[in-house]
């Protein structure tokens, strides 16, 4: 077997076992599984199944005689058949491919867009949660918090600050909160409802904004999660305007 020939063969696409049993096969002339199989250095029960391979591929054609079958190689003109009909086919695969591109292209508008969920982790996470609310946000906000989380975690400088930005920006906040030993004063732009810390423990920061519902835990483990999403934003909004609605009965 001509070793050039074969790497030539491969190199076209062909499998090395294919390539070594038909070339066998041509050089062997009709011949049986078990003399290809010696001539090529495979085993019978390999050979038999790749020579199955090549008769549907056309290389390789079958006989009787006797009591015995023998197996003889197509003419090499049949790789160059093969090779014109994959290039058809692949001509057929990609005019089928570029007539669908459009239809599927069409797809994408009716496919339902995920949430986006981001990840906050330590103080400064929580930090930037509140600033992505004063930056993009206008309208309204829904929170429900608890003040005495709120009052461990942050400095009176930092809550300043913030509450300044929102005034500027005039965004308004309505919120539910808990406060073991006070009660919230007035607050520009801002309406609060407090709720008996015993029957309601709220212990993380929820906001309601824009589509996006934020929250974050702000006792032990400082962690924070914002969903962005319209339908959730919706719903939670429904259930925090519900809250404050039942919170009412609380107020003196």
């Known amino acids: 077997m001509d070793q050039n020939i074969l790497e030539k063969l491969i190199k076209s696409g062909v499998s090395e076992k294919s390539g070594k049993i038909y070339l066998t096969s041509l050089e062997l002339g009709e011949s049986t599984v078990q003399e290809i199989a010696k001539h090529a250095g495979l085993n019978r029960a390999t050979t038999y199944f790749v020579i199955e391979n090549l008769i549907k591929q056309g290389l390789m054609s079958s006989f009787h005689k006797g009591k015995k079958q023998y197996f003889v190689a197509a003419d090499p003109d049949r790789l160059v058949h093969i090779l014109e009909q994959e290039k058809s086919d692949l001509s057929e695969r990609e005019r089928n491919i570029k007539d669908l591109v459009p ?150």
């Open 103 to 252: 239809q599927i292209q069409s797809m994408k508008g009716k496919q339902k867009q995920l949430p986006v969920v981001r990840y906050y982790e330590g103080k400064e996470g929580i930090k930037s949660m509140v600033d992505e609310i004063l930056k993009t946000t206008e309208g309204t906000v829904n929170m429900a918090y608890s003040v005495d989380a709120l009052n461990k975690l942050f400095s009176e400088d930092e809550k300043s600050k913030w509450r300044k930005i929102r005034i500027n920006k005039k965004l308004y906040t309505r919120a539910i909160y808990t406060y073991r030993d006070g009660v919230l004063g007035n607050i520009a732009q801002s309406d609060s409802r407090k709720v008996p810390l015993d029957k309601f423990p709220i212990t993380c920061d929820v906001a309601v904004y824009s589509d996006k519902v934020r929250i974050a835990s702000m006792t032990d483990r400082l962690i924070g999660i914002v969903i962005e999403d319209k339908e959730i934003a919706k719903t939670m909004k429904a259930i925090m305007d519900l809250a404050w609605e039942a919170a009412e009965k609380y107020q003196k």
